[in-house]
């Protein structure tokens, strides 16, 4: 865990984003490998019934190899794309689901799906994975800046929210707002960590249903 030397939100992408394009291609996908096998091991994943997940871009942990699974088990697996201010998710059955934007972001090409509350059933079993530029040991997040993550779960905060990052994007403390969300959890090849007052490292079989 790195202690944080940074009070601002910028500054601290700023160096992340930098120590991410340091990685070369191979230790990308394999410390990758390493997170999707820390999330793979847990209850939340096992007995998740959807999984909510994201189509990583370089730097972020690639969880394709997770996402592919979860469909071979399955599960039912959403990835979002963006629309406007706001991010939808919608359902896919194969990463062959999947167009190249403009802007090189992956996206589902299927229809979003939509409900008018935003939620899911309430006995539905949800995991839902979301990138970062950096967390904390208490599970506050520094996003890219767009808060597309943070508006989207303000609409769905019944879901199990876990972190994917890679052990340099750990921070002692992060700077946050008033108007972002905490994730309940955040998983590196270090381990699995909570949002307790203490930060302890949860075990992997910490049950979030």
Not at 22 to 37: G, K, T
Not at 159 to 188: H, N, R, W, Y
């Amino acid at each position: 865990m790195k202690e944080n030397p940074y009070t601002d939100k910028q500054e601290l992408r700023r160096h992340i984003r930098q120590m991410r394009r340091n990685m070369d291609e191979e230790a990308w996908r394999e410390r990758s490998r390493s997170v999707c096998r820390i999330i793979h091991r847990t209850k939340a994943y096992q007995e998740a019934e959807i999984l909510y997940a994201y189509l990583a871009v370089r730097g972020e942990v690639l969880l394709d190899e997770l996402i592919e699974d979860a469909l071979r088990a399955g599960k039912r697996v959403l990835v979002p794309r963006v629309e406007g201010e706001n991010m939808v998710f919608c359902p896919i059955w194969d990463l062959e689901q999947v167009q190249v934007s403009p802007m090189g972001i992956r996206e589902p090409t299927g229809e979003a799906e939509r409900n008018e509350n935003g939620n899911p059933k309430p006995r539905e079993k949800i995991l839902f994975l979301m990138p970062g530029i950096a967390f904390d040991r208490k599970g506050n997040r520094v996003g890219q800046g767009g808060g597309y993550y943070d508006r989207y779960l303000e609409r769905n905060l019944m879901f199990c929210k876990v972190g994917a990052a890679f052990s340099f994007q750990m921070q002692e403390e992060v700077p946050t707002g008033a108007l972002d969300i905490p994730v309940d959890a955040v998983a590196s090849e270090d381990g699995l960590y909570g949002r307790g007052s203490s930060g302890e490292r949860f075990t992997e079989n910490y049950e979030f249903f």
